[in-house]
C-alpha cells in the first residue's frame, strides 16, 4: 500500500533540493568537461556534489584531487565517495583524517563491488573494513562527518531479500550514516513501497531518491542489469529506433527524467540525487525545470 498521507506539490511550495554526482576525470580532455559541467551546475546551489571512488579504489588519487580543487576553487560542498576496496583499514582512515584536515565534512560511504567486478563473489580484503557499516563506524570515529549511504530500492543483486537488504540499511544508520542515496530506477511506485519499508522499521533517515538521466539507453540497460535496476518496457520502446539520432535521444531523456523527478514531487518528494555522468545539460534543464537556478532572472525582476 502506498501511504495517502504525503503533502502535495503544492502544500509543499518551498524549492526542492538537490545534489550531483560526478566521477573523477581519466584526462585532460575530461577533466575540462567536468570543470565545465561544475561550472554550469553550480549555480543550481545544490547541497552538496559528490565524486565518485573507482571499483577497487582505483580512482583514489583522482577523486582526492578534485575533491580539493571543489573546496579550493568553488563555493560548493564536495562529499567524498570511499569504499572498503583495495586498502587497508589504516589507509583509508589515513585518507579520512586527511580529508577532515582539508575541510572536508561530507563522505559517501560504500563497500564497494568486489575486486573481480560486479557479480563476482564479494570477500573482504585482510585488515579491510567488511562491509559498508563497519565503514561509516570506522568514519564515524574519526570526526563527525556527515555520512550518506546506499539504498536499493529493488534490492542489491547480492541480497536474498529486501528484508534482508533493509537490515544492512539498518547497520549503516546504527554505526552513524545520515541519509541513503538511492541507486537509479524509474519505477516511482517501487521506491515509495520501499519507502514504506523502510520506515516500517523505524527508520526515519533520509532515503534521497537517485535520479539518471539517460545519457546512452543501451549502456545504461547493461549497467542496469548488472545493478538490478528494472528498464521498464515503456521506456525501452521511447528510445527505440534513436540510435543514430542523439538529439531526440537527449530530448526524451530529460522528458523522462522530468516526468519522474515531477511525479516524485507531486507525492511530496523535496530532495533529489542526480547522477549527472559528468554532463551538465540535462541536469541543468530538469533544475529549471523544478524552479533551481531562477535567481539572475527573479533579481533582475526585482529591479
Ligand atoms: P552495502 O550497503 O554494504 O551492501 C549492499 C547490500 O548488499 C546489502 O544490503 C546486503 O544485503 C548485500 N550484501 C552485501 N555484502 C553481502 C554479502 N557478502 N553477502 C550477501 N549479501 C551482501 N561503488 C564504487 O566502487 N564507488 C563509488 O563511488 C560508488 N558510489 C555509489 C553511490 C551510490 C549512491 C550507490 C547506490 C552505489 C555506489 N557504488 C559505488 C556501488 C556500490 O559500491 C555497490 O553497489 C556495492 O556492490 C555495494 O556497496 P554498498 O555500500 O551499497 O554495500
Known amino acids: 500500500m502506498l501511504s495517502e498521507n504525503r503533502p502535495s506539490r503544492k502544500q509543499n511550495s518551498a524549492l526542492p533540493k538537490v545534489s550531483f554526482e560526478f566521477f573523477p576525470p581519466?584526462?585532460?580532455?575530461?577533466?575540462?568537461?567536468?570543470?565545465?559541467s561544475i561550472e554550469r551546475l553550480a549555480p543550481i546551489s545544490p547541497t552538496f556534489v559528490s565524486v565518485t571512488y573507482g571499483a577497487g579504489g582505483t580512482t583514489r588519487e583522482r577523486t582526492h584531487a578534485t575533491v580539493e580543487r571543489l573546496l579550493d576553487e568553488t563555493p560548493l560542498v564536495p562529499a567524498a565517495h570511499l569504499t572498503c576496496v583495495g586498502a587497508p583499514r589504516g589507509e583509508v582512515d589515513e585518507i579520512v583524517a586527511n580529508y577532515w584536515q582539508m575541510g572536508v565534512r561530507n563522505i559517501v560511504a560504500l563497500r564497494g563491488d568486489p575486486q573481480g567486478g560486479m557479480g563476482t563473489a564479494y570477500a573482504p580484503e585482510p585488515g579491510a573494513y567488511v562491509n559498508a557499516a563497519d565503514?561509516?563506524?570506522?568514519?564515524s570515529r574519526i570526526a563527525d562527518f556527515d555520512i550518506s549511504v546506499s539504498a536499493y530500492p529493488e534490492k542489491h543483486p547480492e541480497s536474498a531479500t529486501i528484508d534482508a537488504d533493509i537490515d544492512m540499511l539498518q547497520a549503516k544508520v546504527d554505526a552513524g550514516a545520515h541519509r541513503a542515496i538511492t541507486q537509479f530506477f524509474f519505477d516511482n511506485d517501487v521506491y515509495f513501497r520501499y519507502l514504506d519499508r523502510v520506515q516500517a522499521r523505524g527508520l526515519d533517515i533520509p532515503i534521497i531518491p537517485g535520479i539518471l538521466p539517460i545519457v546512452h539507453f543501451g549502456r545504461m540497460?547493461?549497467?542496469?542489469e548488472k545493478c538490478g535496476t528494472s528498464v521498464p518496457t515503456w521506456l525501452a520502446e521511447r528510445f527505440d529506433?534513436?540510435?543514430?539520432?542523439?538529439?531526440?535521444?537527449?530530448l526524451?531523456?530529460?522528458?523522462?527524467?522530468?516526468?519522474?523527478?515531477?511525479?516524485?514531487?507531486?507525492r511530496g518528494v523535496d530532495t533529489f540525487h542526480f547522477y549527472t555522468m559528468n554532463k551538465a545539460d540535462m541536469v541543468y534543464a530538469i533544475c529549471r525545470l523544478l524552479g533551481?537556478?531562477?535567481?539572475?532572472?527573479?533579481?533582475a525582476a526585482q529591479g
Not at 540497460?221 to 542496469?224: D, H, K, L, R
Not at 540510435?243 to 537527449?250: A, C, G, L, V
Open 26 to 36: 581519466k584526462n585532460d580532455i575530461m577533466e575540462k568537461g567536468l570543470w565545465s
Open 135 to 139: 565503514l561509516v563506524s570506522g568514519i
Open 221 to 224: 540497460s547493461s549497467f542496469a
Open 241 to 250: 529506433g534513436l540510435d543514430d539520432d542523439p538529439e531526440t535521444r537527449q
Open 252 to 266: 526524451i531523456a530529460v522528458a523522462v527524467a522530468a516526468e519522474q523527478v515531477i511525479d516524485l514531487l507531486d
Open 292 to 299: 533551481l537556478g531562477r535567481g539572475s532572472v527573479e533579481a
